[in-house]
């Protein structure tokens, strides 16, 4: 088997050329959105026509949600919003955000000036949220999840997406973390952020891992003056398709 993933944005929290970094997991019982970021709906859109594969908002029901800076949570307000005012009409499953139990706490504090209809809703009218635990994995539309804290400032994480024995890792935001990257090395296909941040991993630091890793790294989260030249490592594009099949490897947990 194999995990498929649409890469929907691949900008830094600053771009104006590109939507913020995100993907949709073609899972086998469904579509998982790996983060929320602004203009989330015209960034499916655009991943849609790209990519051939069908991204509608409203065919999408599960949320992996990696931490809660704008670039990554932003989109959650009119995906809700839609989510909700489509099954006041027609009905259906709420939306469902899996998130690490720090994020969960204080995503309701963001959304709902903006979302509590004058006090009359709450979280639960919009969505079901899941708190991820960093200690087992989670079972979301037929795919194994495991979750890890990242070193970003605020609480946040990172993924690894299997299915089948096919794995995919994503770094979520963080600083350069040899740990983090050792965990996310069990996967197949790792993509990991790069910015110049104190709070980000500049590429610097991953043009100076192993060629083995590096070989098996994608880019993403890339600022507008990022320059490809600067590492051999692959950069991902907005409506590419990553498809993910295993090798051998460790077994998972290790
Ligand atoms: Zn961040």
New binding site residues.
Partial sequence: MTVRAVIVGVGS?LSERHFGSCAVILAPQGKILVDCPDSVLHALRCASKLSGHSLAALGIHDILLT?L?G??ANGLEAFGWKHWLHRKGSGGERLRIHALPAVAARLWERLAPSMDQGGSASLADYFDVRRLSTTAPASICGATVLTRETD?GIP?CGFRIRVGEAELGWSG?TRFDPNHIDWLAHADVVVHETTESP?HTPIECLNALAPAIRRKMRLIHMEDAFDPAATDIACLAEGMVLEVADTARSPIGA
Avoid: N
Wanted: glycine share 0%.
């Fill in positions: 929290a931490h800076h670039d990554h970003h946040s935001d709070v």
